[in-house]
């Protein structure tokens, strides 16, 4: 059996109860972590290649170590948003191991200077919350949580705040006004969140995933991580696959694990035996791959290879059924509905898609409207204060190129190609 | 009617008071502890969040008016929120859709006229691997299919389901 890092529930399906969890280990990384200097832990963070699981990859000891020394209040943050379309991982580390992402969150108060930590869940995720919120309560009953921690004179306080359905809240900026009370738009950056952050102190933001993963490197050491996945892109994974399988679900793997061992093998293949059309591999606003990338290690750099990204490991699976004008209309919708309108390009741009797309998919396309759509791609590309314009151009730009036939039967012929498909709108 | 928080609501608004360095950090969750208490989130509601938190009524607006899961309008008794984005989409969203208007005679936006239920289209929900799904009020339902949506809709009616 492959390593298991985070999902501990399947060595222990009652791991989230604090007595289980000490029993598999637990709270030991917090121990040793407390013995270390604060650098020594960022160091072996970054000594580890832990590279942010929230969509980015951006190494989290380098992130850590931009944090200003000195007094004053510090904040950790955890995002814990989990908005993007296809994305269901992090819900299952906060509901069935509680206290990995816990532990993660004190080491982290404790590496960075901060004394203070939230951990901002989607409104939707109440029930989830709830678990989460025994498990802070049981770690402050056990000295894990509070003021002078196992002795060690460092203090950590640890908060809920649940958001209220705005996917643009996601992003770290955007959470981060969120979390100040207001409207989640995103901030531009310089300043970023390490110099200028939540209320205007030095905050830290990570993912979920990310959070978990620092416990055992603590505690077994960064050696032990580097052991697991290719160079540069080590530890374990969580996949979560979705759409046309036998068997959806999350699936902790090495990184580096082949998309075809994991639809076919992990996820049972694809319903009814049927052919694979699309496949998105980390949410949806990475770009779509087909069938010929089946073979590909799914890591950061390998998808970075072939224009595509692991994003948040969320993958979608579109089987030879699938109208790819109306899936990515349907897309196209989600980021329209979602741009906080504060720039002019993602704000214009992507009603623009979605009207164009949804046109097109009505069977009253135009003439010129895919380049149209092309161009319109490449005005939000880049010119945008927060990635989510060029999120959506992600997402639609290479669907629109690779499905261009597609795209053009319907306008030619004002009905879709696809026999037998499961309609959308 | 002017609106009010009683003693026992003060008390737990206190609590999440000291969760924050400031009072404007309590604009978000004193908006969902209003709406659970009120129903929705009326101008009446705004003002009252706005008065107790110190703010500017055009403050605690704004908020409520970004944020999708604040109900501006009242919503009935059972708020039934379908996921159509992509992953439950792929395996059927839209028949549940279907499916629904037809058991309550409504669209998504509306709400049935003996306000027992609202129906409204949500995005991803975060449960894309149990697709499709519907959130009813707090409580999500999974794996769902038209037949299951029938027998959802009756316990509902008949009461029998704490959501
Ligand atoms: C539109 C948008 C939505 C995002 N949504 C999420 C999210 O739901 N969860 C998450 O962890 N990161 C999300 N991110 C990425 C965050 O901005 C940020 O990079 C991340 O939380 C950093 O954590 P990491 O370094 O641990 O990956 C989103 C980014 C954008 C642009
Ligand atoms: S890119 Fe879009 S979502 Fe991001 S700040 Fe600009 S308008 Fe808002
Ligand atoms: S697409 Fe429906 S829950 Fe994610």
Known sequence: MSEIVLFKQLLDPEVRNIENYIKLGGYEGLKKALSMQPDDIVNEVKRSNLRGRGGAGFPTGLKWSFMPKGEGQKYFVCNADEGEPGTFKDRYIMSENPHQLIEGMVIGGYAIDATVGYIYIRGEFEFVAKILQKAIDEAYEKGFLGKNILNSGFDFDLYIHLGAGAYICGEETGLINSLEGKTGQPRLKPPFPAQYGLFGKPTTVNNVETIACVPDIIKKGSDWFLSIGPDKNNGTKIYAVSGHVNNPGVFELPMGTPLREIIYEHAGGIIGGKKLKAVIPGGSSAPVLGPEHLDIPMDFDSLKNVGSMLGSGAIIVMSEDTCIVEAYTRLAKFYAHESCGQCTPCREGTAWLYKILKRIEDGEGKKGDIDLILDICGKIMGRTICPLGDAAVMCVKPAVERFREEFEYHIEHKKCMVENKIPIF | ?163
Request: glycine share 6%.
């Open chain 2, 1 to 163: 009617m002017a609106l009010r928080f009683d003693e026992s609501d003060v008390k737990k608004l206190e609590e999440i008071r000291a969760k924050y360095p400031n009072n404007q950090a309590c604009t978000l969750p004193f908006l969902h502890y209003a709406q659970d208490k009120f129903g929705y989130v009326s101008m009446d509601v705004i003002k009252l969040v706005a008065q107790t938190l110190n703010l500017p009524v055009a403050h605690v607006l704004s908020v409520a008016t970004f944020y999708t899961m604040y109900n501006k309008k009242p919503v009935g008794k059972y708020h039934l929120q379908v996921c159509t984005n992509i992953s439950c989409s792929l395996l059927g969203a839209r028949k549940l859709v279907d499916k629904l208007e037809e058991l309550l005679g409504i669209k998504p936006g509306e709400t049935t006229e003996d306000g027992m239920f609202t129906l409204t289209e949500v995005e991803c929900l975060g449960s894309c691997g149990t697709a499709p799904v519907i959130q009813v009020n707090e409580t999500y339902f999974e794996n769902l299919d038209e037949k299951k949506v029938e027998d959802l809709i009756e316990s509902l009616r008949k009461g029998e389901l704490d959501v």
